[in-house]
């Protein structure tokens, strides 16, 4: 699993049925400038720090076998202080 | 997911049975990396889209025999260049 912040909202329209009306949300994995997209079955705002799943897992957390994600979100966390595991990671590799 | 912006078409009339007649695109990441994805909505050159990767492609292409591991799924409406890079 991936410890992601959630960026915000990701408004697609036109997409495949396969999606149906789940809510998408763009995230940015911790320590990795690329953003991605993930599906959202939880309810996250933008500023969450949340655990995500990938690969075939990610369809089975999106509810079905059936459903196309490759990533989706499978729960909040409730305390994460980025800034404090930043510098704690500095020292010890220092 | 990711998000890619569609480059070209791509016509490939000799391929592989299980790719049957869906339509190719040839698409872009912030980095300017390319990639080929399956299109079955039908994006136009210069849409920025999400694309499912992964086991999920095949699932998102109709039919899980079919062979591609990059699919669209779908159209973002408002996007541009520098929330992307």
């Known amino acids: ?94 | 997911m990711q998000i890619f912006r569609v480059v070209s078409e791509l016509v490939t009339t000799k391929r592989n049975f299980w790719l049957s007649a869906k339509p190719l695109r040839v698409v872009e990441d912030c980095f300017g990396n390319l990639e080929v994805a399956l299109d079955p909505i039908g994006a136009k050159s210069g849409d920025f889209v999400v694309t499912i990767g992964l086991s999920a492609a095949r699932v998102a292409a109709g039919n899980p025999k079919i062979t591609t591991d990059l699919t669209i799924g779908g159209i973002i409406d408002h996007w541009d260049e520098d929330s992307w890079r």
């Not at chain 1, 049925?17 to 940015?28: A, T, Y």
Request: glycine share 10%; with cysteine; aromatic share 4%.
């Open chain 1, 1 to 94: 699993m991936k410890i992601c912040q959630v960026e915000g909202t990701l408004v697609a329209t036109a997409r495949i049925s396969g999606l149906q009306n789940r809510r998408l949300l763009v995230v940015k994995e911790r320590g990795s400038s690329g953003k991605q997209v993930a599906v959202d079955p939880v309810g996250c705002k933008p500023g969450d720090w949340v655990i995500a799943v990938g690969s075939s897992a990610a369809r089975d957390a999106a509810g079905s076998k059936d459903y196309p994600s490759d990533l989706t979100i499978v729960g909040i966390i409730d305390y994460w202080d980025e800034t404090a595991r930043a510098s704690e990671s500095a020292r010890t590799s220092a």
